[in-house]
């Protein structure tokens, strides 16, 4: 099972302006829950959804206004590192979306960190 937990990196479109965000992810079995840090003025939300094989899907509802949610698709590349479907609001308001792993996942960079060789300490000459 394909699995997504962990900090992303992506940008959304909307009336082809590109927006970019930071999202985390928290998978369970298929349930999926995390946090999106848009880089703009609408600023933090939450997600839930689920995923099932390849197939992504979330809703986004935001902080400030958790009334307002949109719905987000898509599909996980074979390799697990890239993310690309489409996000709507309603008719007006939708347009494609992409995001791929991020290289500050702390936790795999901790557990490289703790897997290296501590190089010996040479000794007073």
């Known amino acids: 099972m394909a699995d997504i937990t962990g900090a992303w ?3 959304y479109w909307q009336a ?3 927006t970019r965000f930071e999202a985390t992810f928290a998978q369970a079995s298929n349930s999926l829950s995390g946090r999106i840090l848009d880089d703009g003025n609408l600023g933090e939300a939450q997600l839930e959804g689920s995923i099932t094989g390849r ?3 979330f809703t986004k509802r935001y902080l400030n206004n958790s009334s ?3 719905r987000y698709t898509g599909t ?3 390799d697990e590192e890239h993310i690309s479907g489409q996000w709507i609001v309603n008719a ?3 347009g494609p979306w ?3 792993r991020s290289d500050n996942d702390l936790a795999s960079e901790l557990k490289s960190l703790m897997t290296r060789q501590v190089p010996a300490t040479a000794a007073p000459v």
């Open 98 to 100: 992409e995001a791929q």
């Open 9 to 11: 990196l992506g940008t």
């Open 68 to 70: 307002y949610s949109i």
């Open 16 to 18: 082809g302006n590109p």
């Open 76 to 78: 996980l590349s074979e």
């Open 55 to 57: 197939q992504i899907t």
């Open 92 to 94: 007006r308001h939708a």
